[in-house]
């Protein structure tokens, strides 16, 4: 079975937990956790997960700022970024696509669909 590394980056230790949780329902991901927009890029170019889930709103670097900073870098211009948000306007998810997000998952998250929901960014990918 291919298993695919997936880091979920909110700054909300609780959320973080359940979303880890969520993410752990399917034995093809292994999870990490990231706390803010720097552990992430840190996290990322060291473990070069397959697809990243990211919150917007973060004190310090927001999640728009740290996938600038992922497209910016060579190394993970590549990698998928979800962004998981309250803000789902339509104008606001537009906003969100064309910085490079592949997708915008609405918080509050169904924790039993969040596996299914970051797979469907996943199928087709290769390890």
């Known amino acids: ?54 919150d917007v709103m973060m004190p310090g670097m927001d999640g728009p700022e740290t996938l600038a900073e992922l497209k910016a870098d060579e190394q993970t211009a590549a990698i998928p970024v979800l962004f998981i948000t309250a803000r789902t306007q339509t104008y ?9 997000a592949v997708g915008v998952i609405a ?10 929901q970051a797979r469907r960014y996943l199928d087709g990918r290769t390890v």
Request: glycine share 2%; net charge negative; proline share 5%.
């Open 107 to 116: 918080k509050p998250f169904d924790p039993m669909e969040l596996a299914a």
């Open 1 to 54: 079975m291919e298993t695919f590394r997936v880091l979920y980056v909110d700054d909300e230790a609780d959320i973080r937990e359940v979303a880890a949780m969520s993410l752990a329902l399917d034995p093809a991901l292994d999870v990490r956790t990231s706390a803010s927009g720097q552990e992430a890029l840190a996290a990322t170019a060291a473990w070069e997960p397959h697809l990243i889930l990211l």
């Open 92 to 100: 606001e998810v537009e906003r969100f696509l064309s910085l490079g």
